[in-house]
């Protein structure tokens, strides 16, 4: 089966600080993009970032990046100078083909929490 | 207004009810999906609609019946749900069913009683 880990539940962060979530997928593709989605709590889920597979750099966007360690099939985000308004549900999620198109894969989340 | 809406952003119902869940997308996009989002589970695909046309039904009971009149909306209608069937709804939309990035709207929580 495919699927996505995120091991942290909660994770939180102090203002201005450097914060990293985790996540670990499994799948037998060698083509396939990953992404980070942010879900406030207004419930819109947001795009953070998205990274394809057959890249080796690493994907940043502003203070958000990525260590994609294809080998050990690991994703992580980083969040720099974390602000009050990252305070998020954080889902790490890659796309794969499954049957006539391509699919979604997501894991748990992760809560992250900002402190002032 | 832009991106992925959706009505109504909260909706009760009873077991014997039928309510229908709307979104609309204004991106020009040509597929759309329905996800079903639980507490302490990974988002659920439900249905995957391509040019209007239904490409995928990952087991979903009958009681949800979707419908994509046009590209641009996608309706999920409910009757005789179950308790178990509350949940946050979410639509989402992307260029085609490939490698694109899907833009997801703010969801529907609904409460089934």
């Known amino acids: 089966a495919q699927t996505v880990t995120q091991s942290q539940p909660e994770m939180s962060v102090q203002e201005a600080e450097t914060v990293t979530l985790s996540c670990t997928y499994d799948?037998?593709?060698?083509?396939?993009?990953l992404f980070w989605y942010k879900q406030p709590p207004s419930r819109q889920m947001i795009l953070v970032i998205r990274?394809?597979?057959?890249?080796?750099q690493n994907a940043t966007e502003n203070r958000f990046s990525v260590n994609f360690q294809k080998a050990a099939k690991s994703f992580s985000l980083k969040i720099s100078d974390s602000q009050l308004g990252d305070a998020a549900m954080y889902f790490c999620?890659?796309?794969?083909?499954?049957?006539?198109?391509?699919?979604?894969?997501f894991g748990k989340g992760t809560k992250l929490s900002v402190k002032p | 207004e832009t991106g992925v809406t959706q009505t109504p952003r909260h909706l009760v119902m009873g077991m014997t009810n039928k309510k229908s869940l709307k979104c609309e997308q204004h991106?020009?996009?040509?597929?759309m999906y329905w996800y079903k989002q639980s507490a302490k589970k990974p988002l659920e695909l439900m249905f995957v609609?391509?040019?209007?046309?239904?490409?995928e039904n990952n087991s979903v009971p009958s009681r949800f019946s979707p419908e994509c009149p046009n590209s641009s909306h996608l309706f999920l209608h409910l009757h005789t749900l179950q308790p178990e069937d509350s949940a946050l709804y979410l639509c989402?939309?992307?260029?085609?069913?490939?490698?694109?990035?899907?833009?997801f709207g703010p969801g529907t929580r609904l409460l089934v009683l």
């Open positions: 989402a939309s992307s260029q085609d069913t490939g490698r694109e990035t899907q833009y």
């Open positions: 799948t037998s593709e060698s083509d396939y993009y």
């Open positions: 990274q394809e597979a057959y890249k080796q």
């Open positions: 999620a890659y796309w794969v083909w499954g049957g006539s198109q391509g699919n979604l894969i």
């Open positions: 991106l020009g996009h040509n597929a």
């Open positions: 609609y391509s040019l209007e046309e239904r490409v």
